[in-house]
């Protein structure tokens, strides 16, 4: 194939995209960035008038202080995830999937142009409830780097899976089933709640298989400073994960895997 004429990247079609994908959940805010703030701070709310006053600290913090690190990072990667697979999914149940595979964007392109739109609702998520939570339960960022590193890649992570999902999906009961079944046990089975040094043997060494699970941990080292693993194995771990997603997404796209008629 002979270069094109947009030269080796085509940075008006990547940003158009990008764009895109922003635009989508910008223009359904009270469902894509209000509808997450609330139900973050339901979860505060149920978990601090349930458990709250009888649990104890956990990692040398109160429990809500510890539970609040895995809301924010559950939250992020649920719409993440939800951002790049609804619009795969709504535009080939509409037809319209051929308005993204015409232009002359490289594979490359598209992914990135996809992930965009999640990483920038992940981050537009993650912002506002963490400062729900400073100013309700006092949550702070003892390490912030380690805490934004950690949002981006899982937002990253999320995104790719939610590309992979979109594409394989038919339909929209296919899409609720791999969300229902797959996604959120990810995020909730993954230390959002509780230590996992409480579990029992096998989950315990389950749970490390479960790249949410690194996700969670590393954002709560950002956040109190104490976490269950290393937050350099988290990373690694987290890298590999998301290199791996996205080199599948980059193959699908290239072969018009389940994208071309």
Partial sequence: MGARRFGRWNWTGLKTLALREILRFLGVYTQTLLAPLITA?????????????????????????????????????QNAFANSSSS??????????????????????????????????????AVPIWILMAVVVGAGLEHPVWAVVF????????????????????????????TNFLITPLSF????????????????????????????DGVRYGMIGQSDSSPWLGLIVVLIADVLVCVLCWHWFRRGYRLKA
């Fill in 41 to 77: 701070g339901l979860f505060l709310t149920v978990f601090a008038l349930a458990i709250g006053p009888s649990r104890g600290d956990v990692m040398g913090v109160p429990f809500i202080e510890f539970l609040a690190p895995g809301i924010l990072m559950m939250t992020v990667i």
């Fill in 88 to 125: 795969i999914m709504v535009s080939k149940v509409q037809g319209n999937i051929v308005d993204t595979l015409m232009p002359p964007l490289s594979p490359v392109e598209m992914v990135l142009g996809y992930l965009a739109g999640s990483v920038a609702r992940g981050v537009f998520v």
């Fill in 151 to 178: 949002v981006l890649l899982g937002a990253t992570f999320l995104g790719g899976l939610g590309i992979i999902a979109g594409i394989i999906a038919t339909k929209f009961d296919q899409m609720a089933a791999i």
């Fill in 189 to 216: 089975l993954s230390g959002t709640f509780y230590s996992i040094d409480r579990l029992p043997d096998a989950m315990f060494w389950l749970t490390h298989f479960n790249p949410v699970f690194y996700l969670i």
